[in-house]
């Protein structure tokens, strides 16, 4: 990926219909005309490097014409290229740019074309990372980081193509397609809502990454260019929705990242009443692995995660007497996932074998360890409970602190909800909540306390709780930035 086969269609677009828009961006229609001659000024400036020693292209993710422009352009000369967060700092940024053996970066200039430099790395920064080969892959994409460094991740060509091929059939996307790009370029829901779009002749209307939590922005966006795709976490549907808001025109609409709260759901089914739900599951290293369709009128909450996706073969593992088992029937345990879009593995080779393994049953496929612990009950339903790197001990308990933040997302006066353990002298560990509330809602600290005693053990609630207006800190990937939250929290407890 991207692949040839999209470089295809996309020339094919332009030669069939090339007034077509492909792009809407800061109120302006982008055709495919349009976007062919973006392409071709920032081709004109990659001419002149000799893609030899330089061995990828760092293109940060600005989210714009001239960005998408830029890796068509790059695609079609066969450089593969790493696509960072462009909030990333100067020394994350450079230090992920050496291991991806690419010291050369690429910034799209405004009206079209590129400004190239050269960057000055340590080459032991790139000692136990493989170099990405064009012939397989021409995008890496990063993790989110919100469990440490962001690892790198390049997305096979055969299995974009297997993936767009099971999008464009099972969420309808065609030439009529609208589909509406909140997610940053760099995040990988990118390869449904922009490049699946693109490659089946539709339309893309991106949302600008500075508008993020404007609701009334999103919603007239949304409905003044008659979207017809809306994918993303569980706040752009909360977005969405406020003041009643409705959109007739959307056809499809894709829940991601998160769970979703009962009330979410209700208001979402309001707001989209032509609408197809699902509830996708995934990660940026197998793409998208499960789905739930949702009826309206008959569902169940919290939604499972769904049923694995047509080739995907998933397993749980327990840790038995003699170590780790596969489960039998019901019960929990880590996801293990096989899909037919899975990268080859991260291009620091050291973390593979710990990410990667044999499937446990003894078949051929390598199965990625997603760490997240699921519940399969008596009917073969498959529920998320938490991560493996989410547990932790309150007062000896063990605790999930995913379960918490779903709970107290439950509340309806509730955005947002983040829960980090802090070092507590007495219990060892503590629990602190970051919340943000809806306008005007009453809301206490003391009273989402009450809320959340009622719902979880003794142990699970949270001892303190901050309440915010504003959104929480998010990793380039869109998710709570539990780290930035803890640090935070940690510096103002001392």
């Known amino acids: 990926m991207p692949s040839p086969r999209l470089l295809q269609a996309f020339s094919r677009h332009v030669q069939e219909q090339p007034d077509s828009t492909a792009l809407v961006a800061a109120g302006a229609q982008v055709t495919y005309a349009d976007l062919e001659r973006l392409v071709r000024r920032a081709a004109a400036d990659l001419d002149g490097v000799a893609f030899t020693s330089v061995r990828a292209l760092c293109v940060p993710a600005h989210k714009s014409p001239e960005t998408i422009a830029l890796l068509l352009a790059a695609w079609r000369r066969g450089i593969n290229t790493l696509v960072p967060s462009p ?14 053996h690419g010291p050369l970066n690429a910034v799209a200039a405004p009206g079209g074309g590129a400004v190239l430099s050269q960057e000055e790395s340590d080459p032991a920064l790139a000692e136990g990372f493989s170099v990405p080969d064009p012939a397989e892959s021409l995008l890496t994409l990063t993790t989110s980081g919100s469990t440490g460094v962001p690892k790198l991740v390049p997305i096979r060509t055969e299995a974009f193509d297997r993936f767009g091929d099971w999008a464009a059939e099972k969420f309808g996307i065609d030439a009529t397609t609208r589909a509406l790009s909140f997610s940053p370029l760099n995040f990988d829901l990118a390869l449904l809502d922009v490049w699946t779009v693109l490659e089946a002749g539709g339309t893309v209307v991106l949302a600008d990454a500075g508008a993020s939590g404007d609701a009334a922005y999103l919603r007239a966006l949304t409905r003044d260019n008659e979207v017809t795709l809306v994918q993303g976490v569980p706040l752009l549907h909360r977005l969405l929705a406020a003041d009643d808001a409705r959109y007739p025109a959307v056809r499809t609409v894709v829940f991601t990242g998160e769970s979703v709260s009962e009330q979410g759901l ?229």
């Open 266 to 494: 209700r208001d979402a089914f309001a707001a989209c009443p032509a609408a197809r739900f699902h509830n996708v599951f995934g990660c940026t290293e197998t793409n998208d692995s499960f789905i739930e369709d949702i009826d309206p009128d008959a569902f169940v909450h919290p939604l499972p995660i769904g049923a694995p996706i047509g080739g995907t073969e998933a397993v749980l593992l327990i840790e038995g007497p003699e170590g780790t088992e596969v489960l039998q029937g019901p019960g929990t345990g880590e996801l293990l996932v096989h899909t037919p879009f899975q990268t080859c593995g991260y291009l620091e080779q050291a973390r593979n074998a710990h990410a990667f393994m044999p499937d446990p049953r003894g078949g051929g496929a390598m199965f990625y360890r997603t760490g997240d612990l699921v519940h399969r009950d008596a009917d073969g339903r498959h529920f998320l409970q938490g991560r493996t790197d989410f547990q932790v001990k309150v007062r000896g308990v063990r605790t999930n602190t995913l379960e918490v933040e779903t709970v107290l997302g439950g509340h309806p006066d509730v955005v947002e909800a983040c829960v980090v353990a802090l070092p507590c002298p007495e219990a060892g560990t503590r629990l602190h909540a970051e919340v943000v509330r809806r306008d005007g809602a009453s809301l206490s600290s003391l009273g989402l306390r009450a809320y959340a005693a009622k719902h979880l053990p003794r142990h699970a609630v949270p001892s303190s709780v901050a309440l915010a207006g504003t959104p929480l800190p998010k990793t380039p990937t869109g998710k709570p930035d539990r780290n930035s939250i803890k640090k935070t929290r940690l510096n103002g407890d001392h």
């Open 87 to 100: 909030s990333l700092g100067a020394a994350a940024l450079a230090t992920l740019t050496a291991q991806a």
